[in-house]
């Protein structure tokens, strides 16, 4: 059977936008596809029924199905996911997220069960590019936590989602070569983590950009400082598998605690990285929010608490407050290379994987994070930094840099926001 392709014309272009809902027969040909899949994979017939259209994205659809006709020991129900186009351009490069996906799966099933804070793939099928993944549940989701009218609940999410992506990473802390075999039986030849080719960008065009753009002059130490963090994007004593992107929409809590979905572009990378896109917060959800007061700090202790038996060094302010500030500075320059042509109407910014679509409230959201940034210099007593993020925060204003933030409306209603 011929897959089905993002080309096919019987797909619309406008498959996920608002308003045109996926036309049923994709969704049959998807199930047809995961029946296939399992029956080859049994050798007895399996059947699956009442398909539950969960989503997913531009590039692939994301269906639960009730396990109908089960000749071995498959749960109720299923979720199947179906890449529906091939690889996508990321910068000069053709980048496919199938194998990024299919590896990590493969990875987090092969850990011991109390290790894995993911769903369970039970059979992938590269030629059609799909997964067969454990049904987590009609759970809520960190968002949904955020969005709610609890800020107790909220908060007890933020800290358990943060202290369960600690987990993950000591528990991934030595597989970064099981990873790699992974991605090499599935073709994959040459790896890099998404967000560095972003970063280096980043590190080089962000002076000028700022010059050229806010009429801030970076002073050569606060570049220094910058280019100097880039030392996190190499082969550190602190690497462990990342999902990338950390949305709340996919981190799901479940009663056996928070579960992470969607790694399309997995990777390991130095620890602080993800540490720091959750502290920002979520650099990679278009929202407009910030997190309350002291937030931040109760997040990373989480985190800290999480890592501690494979790195106790983390605890220590001495090492990981310089760690810190080296990860939100990456970070920061990364979305503002993205974010601000637009912010001051200078078109665009360039594509990228790691920051997604630009947030309403662009320039409140990016002088956000460079406040984000100063705070983190000034604990570290990096002046240059300080003063340069200062200067970014006052030359945002008049784009709308000094509008602020609503509260994740979890806490805004606890504050009476």
């Known amino acids: 059977m011929t897959p089905l392709t993002a080309d096919d014309p019987s797909v619309p272009s406008s498959l996920d936008s608002p308003g045109h809902p996926r036309p049923d027969h994709t969704i049959d040909r998807t199930v047809a596809l995961a029946e296939e899949l399992l029956t080859r994979r049994s050798g007895a017939r399996v059947r699956l029924a009442d398909a539950e259209d969960l989503g997913g994205s531009t590039r692939s659809r994301v269906v639960r199905v009730r396990v109908a006709e089960n ?34 799966c493969q990875l987090f099933t092969a850990m011991p069960a109390e290790d894995r804070a993911t769903p369970t793939l039970y059979a992938n099928d590269p030629e059609q590019r799909l997964l067969v993944l454990e049904d987590l549940g009609r759970c809520s989701s960190l968002a949904d936590k955020l969005d709610g009218d609890d800020p107790k609940a909220a908060e007890r ?30 073709g994959v030849r040459h790896w890099r983590d998404p967000l560095a080719d972003d970063a280096r ?32 994007l190499g082969g550190t004593h602190y690497r462990a598998f990342s999902p990338s992107e950390v949305s709340p929409e996919n981190c799901l809590l479940t009663g056996a605690g928070a579960r992470f979905l969607d790694f399309e572009w997995g990777c390991f990378r130095d620890v602080a990285l993800t540490a720091a896109s959750v502290r920002l917060p979520f650099p990679g959800w278009a929202r407009p929010a910030v997190l309350p007061t002291g937030m931040t700090e109760a ?4 985190w800290q608490s999480a890592v501690a038996g494979v790195w106790p060094e983390l605890a220590d302010p001495a090492v990981y407050g310089p760690r810190h500030l080296a990860a939100t ?7 503002t290379r993205s974010l601000l042509p637009g912010v001051v ?28 940034l100063r705070t983190d210099g000034e604990r570290q007593r990096d002046d240059a930094t300080t003063d340069l993020s200062s200067a970014v925060v006052a030359a945002l204003e008049p784009y709308g840099g000094d509008e602020p933030l609503p509260l994740f409306p979890a806490f805004s209603r606890c504050s009476g926001g």
């Open 71 to 104: 000749p071995f020991s498959l749960p109720r129900s299923v979720v199947v996911k179906h890449y529906l186009g091939g690889p996508e351009a990321h910068g000069a490069e053709r980048v496919d997220p199938f194998p990024y996906e299919a590896a990590s």
């Open 157 to 186: 999410a933020l800290l358990g989602a943060t202290r369960a992506l600690g987990s993950l990473q000591a528990a991934t802390a030595a597989r970064e070569g099981d990873f790699g075999a992974l991605l090499r039986r599935s």
């Open 201 to 232: 960008s980043a590190l080089a065009e962000i002076p000028d950009l700022l010059a050229h753009l806010l009429r801030v002059e970076a002073a050569p130490a606060a570049v220094a400082h910058a280019r100097s963090a880039a030392g996190l």
């Open 299 to 302: 997040m990373t202790a989480a």
């Open 329 to 335: 500075t990456l970070w920061v320059w990364v979305c």
């Open 345 to 372: 109407g200078k078109g665009a910014g360039p594509e990228q994987v790691v920051v997604g679509r630009p947030p309403h409230h662009a320039a409140a959201v990016l002088a956000g994070y460079w406040r984000r």
